[in-house]
């Protein structure tokens, strides 16, 4: 089970950092990932963290603004975002795959419940 949290309202320019803890999976074996989903549109990838932590991937979109990381001792892994814009309001969802380490959205078999982002202009 994914359990993703710390969404809210924020003004652009400011700042949320989501978690997502994972449970009744070994944490340590699963690449991590988050996804979005503004309205009336599709999924789209964010970030992806490796087993390890050791490699990141964002979508271009995000670069230098969101950070992922991960804590496997507490199971748990984190999106870190600044200076957020408007265009970065979505459900956030967190995602974990043992095997798959990329951008693509259909890679990840689990996937948790999403917390709302909202960023005003």
């Known amino acids: 089970q994914l359990q993703a949290s710390g969404g809210g309202l924020v003004q652009t320019g400011g700042s949320l950092r989501l978690s997502c803890a994972a449970s009744?999976?070994?944490?340590?074996?699963?690449?991590m990932g988050w996804i979005r989903q503004a309205p009336g549109k599709e999924r789209e990838f964010v970030a992806v963290i490796s087993r390890s932590g050791t490699s990141k991937y964002y979508v271009d979109s995000v670069k230098g603004r969101f950070t992922i990381s991960r804590d496997n001792a507490k199971n748990t892994v984190y999106l870190q975002m600044n200076n957020l814009k408007p265009e970065d309001t979505a459900v956030y969802y967190c995602?974990?795959?043992?095997?798959?380490?990329?951008?693509?959205?259909?890679?990840?078999?689990?996937w948790g419940q999403g917390t709302q982002v909202t960023v005003s202009s």
């Open positions: 995602a974990a795959d043992s095997a798959y380490y990329g951008p693509e959205k259909n890679g990840y078999g689990y």
């Open positions: 009744g999976l070994t944490f340590s074996n699963y690449n």
